[in-house]
């Protein structure tokens, strides 16, 4: 379940015990494996919390199996948002509310809001060559109406302004992939989090550090056999 909602998991699965970032008993992480996979949520309307105020971060730990064209988190709106572009792919018509990537097949860190793909209305990115994508990291994406951050284990790794607000009618999101299964994610993704707010660099730090009481409390799960 994601937001209590339920989602459809296509060929993702859960980890062996201890899979999780911090390799404790109990805790799980979602594997994506090497086949195109996601999980796909329809009610993604939970989204314009967020949009409403045109504020979102998200906060999420992510081990690579390999570096690929590989989307981690993408939002859809119901259709298209009149004033921002309808690109790669155009979904029937509907707006990219945001996406992020971790990284692309150019080891690129991409987040972009409000459709795609001008560094001024869109997008921002930054290439981090060389980077440990095969060990856990926590990596933290920020929008504070126009100014965007990207944070990798708790330290600033790229910001900049970007003028498009957030569209208002999000409809479908989608982890470990486009909504369509293309640019499928190859490893594991542990403790995503969304927030209707700006996180301050105290709680990345934190969320980076472990520490998480701006969470809701973690429920226990039946992981599927």
Known sequence: ????????????????????????????????????????????????????????????????????????????????????????????????????????????????TAGCCDTTLHRIVLNNSGFSWDEWHHYAFVMDEGHKTIWIDGTLFHEGDNTLPLPHNSDIFSVGSRPDLTAPFKGIIDDLAIFASALTEEQIIALAEGNTDILPEKREIEVPL
């Open 1 to 112: 379940h994601v937001f209590n909602l339920e989602s459809v998991i296509n060929n993702a699965k859960y980890t062996e015990d201890k899979g999780g970032h911090t390799g404790e008993a109990g805790d799980y992480a979602m594997d994506f494996l090497e086949t195109p996979t996601n999980m796909f949520v329809q009610d993604g309307e939970v989204l314009d919390i967020a949009t409403s105020i045109n504020k979102i971060s998200f906060s999420v730990w992510v081990k690579n199996h390999a570096t690929s064209n590989a989307t981690v988190f993408w939002a859809n709106t119901s259709t298209d948002t009149p004033g921002t572009d309808n690109l790669q792919p155009p979904f029937d018509g509907r707006t990219r509310v945001t996406s992020f990537h971790i990284p692309w097949g150019n080891e690129n860190i991409y987040f972009d």
